[in-house]
């Protein structure tokens, strides 16, 4: 005889079957994804994908930006610089049809600022910053200086401008940090060339500033003071949040140092000066409570163990590598294993606790991307669309390589069992 499951283990099966599969989709709210770190807990991304294999759909974009995807359940937001117009997009994740698009302001790359030379680099534009959401809000920074939030149905809830609250920006080649969202906060970083001599007084100012989310309104300013100076003052990072010992720190890389500020109120908590490179366009990434960095210009790669407050020691460094470093893309860890790989196009693996080189191999063509992490395979994306897909192995294993008929300098995202590549002219999504 059939017998009947109670109420109680009925429901039990519910939840297992229900909450379970929810449980492993993650959304991708911010650049870099959920942690900031290139990190994905999904399962069942594919590793083999083109235009006519795992692809779930393909929009075309109003050209064009470099920033990444925020995601979060069914909504998509991207960015995009279409002549002056600086354009924030939702799209449905189901069907990736275009569901509301905004005219933010408006800008050019045309940078006429007579105390230096800056312009923006022929490889990002206006739409480089990625957009990030809390699920409520979503907002968007330009390198106009438009710093703005909308809620999902498309309405503006407030709206500044950087430069016209601190001053011009002075950074080379044109600005490009995405803002992160901590709490109730909107927090936005700017490190550009200081327009000063060695011995004198800083023209223009690096610094770090918190807004209300719910109403833009100014909530801490923290002027960053380096001894850079000329480009080495300048850098493309984004701020990233971490915990340690219970307290999280938002880390920040640029202008010949790391160093960490409390969220909350912007007091600067500990410093790690003389990183001496140039411009800095790799970003942070920890694990196993270092920080893994790169100095700017292809400098060393470092990883570094903050050890006390104020001004660290250098025995806060753990090791260094000095050999083919990324220019651009930010390092990735899985596991006890830290991945990189430089611009054109060598790819190395790491003991990240100990920095043992276990390998390295030349991937196909150049790289601005970050690559991703997901289930125990690491994820690089080149310039031209190539995708290659290697087990997070200290044995290098190719398993795939695949082919879009793109220009990809954006990084990938992935959400709700899907991955997401922005190209020059599409965003495309796949899926097994």
Not at 54 to 60: A, D, G, I, N, P
Not at 61 to 71: D, E, F, Q, R, V
Not at 236 to 244: C, I, S
Not at 254 to 266: E, I, K, R, S, V
Request: glycine fraction near 10%.
């Amino acid at each position: 005889m059939r017998r009947l499951l109670s109420p109680i283990a009925l429901l039990a099966l519910l939840l297992s079957t229900v909450l379970v599969p929810a449980a492993r989709a993650e959304n991708w709210p911010q650049w870099r994804g959920p942690s900031g770190d290139s990190v994905s807990r999904e399962k069942e991304i594919p590793i083999a994908w083109g235009e006519k294999r795992s692809l779930v759909w393909k929009t075309e974009l109003p050209a064009w930006g470099n920033s990444t995807p925020a995601i979060w359940d069914n909504a998509i937001f991207l960015t995009s610089h279409v002549e002056d117009k600086l354009l924030l997009l939702k799209l449905d994740k189901q069907t990736g049809k275009i569901e509301w698009t905004r005219t933010v302001g408006t800008g050019t790359t045309k940078i006429e600022n007579k105390d230096n030379k800056a312009k923006f680099h022929q490889l990002h534009n206006l739409a480089s910053p990625s957009p990030v959401t809390d699920g409520r809000t979503v907002v968007v920074h330009f390198g106009s200086g438009d710093l703005a939030a909308y809620d999902f149905a498309g309405e503006m809830l407030w709206k500044r401008n950087l430069q016209d609250d601190f001053g011009p920006y002075t950074i080379w080649w044109g600005h490009a940090n995405s803002p992160v969202i901590y709490e109730d906060l909107v927090i936005s970083v700017c490190m550009q060339d200081s327009l000063a001599k060695a011995g004198e007084p800083p023209q223009a100012k690096s610094y770090l500033v918190a807004h209300d989310l719910a109403t833009g309104k100014q909530r801490w300013f923290t002027e960053r003071q380096t001894d850079a100076l000329a480009e080495q003052c300048d850098s493309y990072t984004t701020p990233y949040l971490w915990t340690r010992d219970g307290r999280t720190e938002v880390v920040i890389m640029g202008g010949n140092q790391l160093d960490a500020y409390d969220p909350t109120t912007g007091k600067q908590l500990w410093y790690l000066p003389e990183l001496v490179g140039g411009r800095t366009v790799t970003g942070p990434t920890a694990g196993s409570e270092l920080i893994y960095v790169t100095q700017g210009m292809r400098g060393p790669l470092q990883a570094i163990r903050p050890n006390g407050t104020g001004k660290l020691s250098r025995d806060a460094v753990v090791w260094r590598d000095t050999q083919g470093t990324p220019d651009t893309c930010c390092p990735v860890l899985w596991g006890d294993l830290l991945f990189t790989v430089s611009d054109d196009g060598i790819a190395r693996c790491f003991d990240a606790l100990t920095g043992q080189l276990h390998w390295k191999k030349r991937l196909p063509g150049d790289y601005k991307a970050s690559p991703l992490a997901i289930d125990g395979r690491i994820y690089f994306l080149n310039t031209k669309g190539v995708g290659t897909v290697i087990s997070a192995s200290p044995r290098f294993d190719k398993l795939t390589e695949n082919q879009l008929d793109d220009q990809t300098l954006a990084s990938p995202a992935v959400a709700g069992g899907k991955l997401f590549i922005r190209g020059h002219k599409a965003l495309y999504c796949f899926g097994n």
